[in-house]
């Protein structure tokens, strides 16, 4: 018996050391596609010389799917009866974008090396590659990450931070996914890209609190364009503005000098600049619109080895959208 228990005991110690010794890497599909970067880079430069905002997307797509079961794709799973997807919360239905994009690059992947490529490296090498076309920002992605089998509908509320949340709520949030303050605001960075909708920008402008109806920390100015995107009437509620007025089609620091002057429509947005220790990173890249691209690249890096899936777990799915049969 107690043979047995050992030997079971040394199994059990055998996987997991398989799993853990797998790690990401550069040149992951090298030998068994390797023509798989270009691939999805083809496919991802089309969408986006089609569609600038579709490259908004992939970045944010990726970010949506990281936060929530770490980066194994899960946000790209369709619903099933019985059972509603990430893509129905909130936070997804109706505004995330780039699925087509990546059903594009995976169809070409399956057609050349079929159950290869996952899902979760396709978003990863997107987004990469949407950060250089729209910001020329370069950085290296690993790859070998493995596909999730779930995903449900309710835990993007409770891991992806709100366009309302304070301060402490964004840094928690980030937290609890091992990224620190600093990166927290790098990555908010992202939104000098994409829109919004005026559903949110009218809780800012007409439905701030109780005492006083617009938010006092709103460039008066800004404020009054906005009010005229945005009038406080609900057949305007996904009426779309962007999310940076200056370069919305750059991925740049324009974003922070937006903060700076109280003309960001996202109050998760504006509270980086009024902690004193976010504050001081909010000038930095404010001024130095160079380094905040450098330190983004990284960021996106340590973003995309969220709570991976390596070695044998997870799968490879031939359809981003369901699960393998």
């Known amino acids: 018996m107690a043979i047995t228990i050992m030997f079971f005991v040394s199994l059990i110690s055998a996987c997991l050391l398989a799993i853990t010794s797998a790690q990401l890497e550069h040149g992951f599909y090298e030998k068994t596609c390797p023509q798989a970067e270009d691939i999805i880079s083809i496919v991802v430069s089309k969408a986006i010389a ?121 840094v928690t949030s980030f937290g609890q996914k091992g990224m620190t303050m600093k990166e927290m605001v790098i990555l908010s960075g992202a939104h000098s890209l994409g829109i919004t909708h005026c559903k949110v920008m009218q809780i800012r402008l007409y439905k701030f609190n109780q005492t006083v109806p617009r938010d006092p920390s709103l460039d008066p ?8 995107i945005c009038p406080n009437v609900s057949f305007v509620e996904n009426h779309t503005l962007p999310l940076d007025f200056v370069t919305p089609h750059k991925l740049d620091g324009a974003y922070y000098s937006n903060i700076k002057k109280h003309r960001v429509p996202f109050i998760s947005d504006q509270v980086l600049g009024e902690d004193e220790h976010s504050k001081k990173l909010v000038n930095r890249y404010a001024k130095h619109g160079g380094k905040w691209k450098r330190d983004f690249g990284e960021a996106m890096i340590k973003m995309g080895k969220i709570e991976v899936l390596l070695g044998d777990v997870g799968e490879i799915r031939r359809n981003c959208r369901v699960v393998n049969q």
């Open 50 to 170: 089609n569609d600038t905002g579709v490259g908004a997307g992939l970045i944010r797509l990726q970010f949506h799917d990281c936060f929530v079961r770490g980066c194994d794709a899960s946000v790209l799973l369709d619903s099933t009866p019985g059972n509603p997807s990430e893509k129905e919360n909130i936070a997804n239905v109706d505004s995330l974008r780039g699925f087509e994009v990546v059903d594009k690059a995976k169809a070409a992947l399956e057609e050349v090396c079929p159950l290869t490529v996952s899902c979760a490296d396709i978003l990863a090498f997107a987004a990469r590659d949407a950060s250089m076309i729209l910001g020329d920002i370069k950085f290296r992605v690993p790859g070998g990450r493995r596909d999730g089998t779930v995903s449900r509908a309710e835990e993007p509320t409770k891991f992806l931070p709100s366009p309302l949340a304070n301060f402490s709520t964004l």
């Open 221 to 228: 100015s800004f404020g009054t364009v906005v009010g005229d």
